[in-house]
């Protein structure tokens, strides 16, 4: 079963705008996760929350975080053409370290 | 450091072949994964080592068996491909059995058709 399910499934904006990305998770977690796959490659990951976080930041990227919707939020602000990928949630927790991807959002930022 | 690689990065067989995907990390990981990726599917867990010596099921192992070589290498083998094992092949590696959840480096992939 999925953890993750991101919504949109797609997404288009223009250069300089925010891209916000949701994500909703089924089962109780140790930490969440987004990664960004570029077409073609293999994942990269860009942030991890913990459970007892509400709220991270890196760079342009902000996460959230809320348990008691089991939800996660991730904004790109300021958008560049070079942010095109699809990006996927992860949920972590539960035995034996495996994470539990969603089916992703794919992101096209226009110039 | 070279991170995650695998090999081969592309593959075609016909039905009822075998084969073997190789996977290495340099970056002195515990765990190390296999996914499998289909469109519409997201990533899909098929075979999972939570540290040297031990291998686990994910969600789809059916068909495919692995082996943790050493430390370094974790391998997935196809023993008589079939049409649905057609997918890209990502290897992962994540750095502590002591963290559950632990961030994981990708490799590059390999994409495989079976006809």
Redesign the interface.
């Given at each position: 079963s999925?953890q993750g399910e991101e919504d949109p499934q797609a997404l288009s904006i223009q250069e300089g705008e925010n891209a916000t990305m949701n994500c909703s998770y089924k089962t109780s977690?140790?930490?969440l996760?987004w990664y960004r796959q570029n077409s073609?490659?293999?994942?990269?990951?860009l942030i991890?929350i913990r459970s007892n976080e509400r709220e991270k930041h890196s760079g342009r990227l902000r996460v959230t975080l809320d348990t008691s919707k089991k939800s996660s939020s991730l904004l790109i602000t300021a958008s560049r053409a070079a942010d095109t990928a699809s990006y996927?949630c992860?949920?972590?927790?539960?035995?034996?370290?495996?994470?539990?991807?969603?089916?992703?959002t794919l992101l096209t930022v226009n110039p | 450091n070279a991170g995650v690689t695998q090999t081969p990065k592309f593959q075609v067989l016909k039905t009822g072949q075998s084969m073997t995907l190789q996977c290495a990390q340099d970056m002195n990981h515990n765990s190390m994964y296999w996914y499998r990726q289909d469109p519409g599917m997201g990533l899909r867990l098929i075979y999972y080592s939570a540290s040297e010596g031990t291998t686990d099921k994910g969600e789809v192992p059916n068909g495919y068996n692995v082996s943790r070589l050493n430390k370094r290498e974790f391998s997935l083998r196809l023993e008589s491909a079939a049409p649905s094992q057609t997918s890209v092949y990502f290897c992962a590696s994540s750095k502590s059995p002591g963290l559950i959840g632990d961030e994981q480096f990708f490799g590059p992939g390999t994409r495989l058709t079976v006809l």
């Amino acid at each position: 079963s999925q953890q993750g399910e991101e919504d949109p499934q797609a997404l288009s904006i223009q250069e300089g705008e925010n891209a916000t990305m949701n994500c909703s998770y089924k089962t109780s977690i140790n930490n969440l996760q987004w990664y960004r796959q570029n077409s073609g490659r293999g994942l990269v990951h860009l942030i991890l929350i913990r459970s007892n976080e509400r709220e991270k930041h890196s760079g342009r990227l902000r996460v959230t975080l809320d348990t008691s919707k089991k939800s996660s939020s991730l904004l790109i602000t300021a958008s560049r053409a070079a942010d095109t990928a699809s990006y996927f949630c992860a949920g972590g927790g539960g035995s034996n370290y495996k994470l539990t991807f969603g089916k992703g959002t794919l992101l096209t930022v226009n110039p | 450091n070279a991170g995650v690689t695998q090999t081969p990065k592309f593959q075609v067989l016909k039905t009822g072949q075998s084969m073997t995907l190789q996977c290495a990390q340099d970056m002195n990981h515990n765990s190390m994964y296999w996914y499998r990726q289909d469109p519409g599917m997201g990533l899909r867990l098929i075979y999972y080592s939570a540290s040297e010596g031990t291998t686990d099921k994910g969600e789809v192992p059916n068909g495919y068996n692995v082996s943790r070589l050493n430390k370094r290498e974790f391998s997935l083998r196809l023993e008589s491909a079939a049409p649905s094992q057609t997918s890209v092949y990502f290897c992962a590696s994540s750095k502590s059995p002591g963290l559950i959840g632990d961030e994981q480096f990708f490799g590059p992939g390999t994409r495989l058709t079976v006809l």
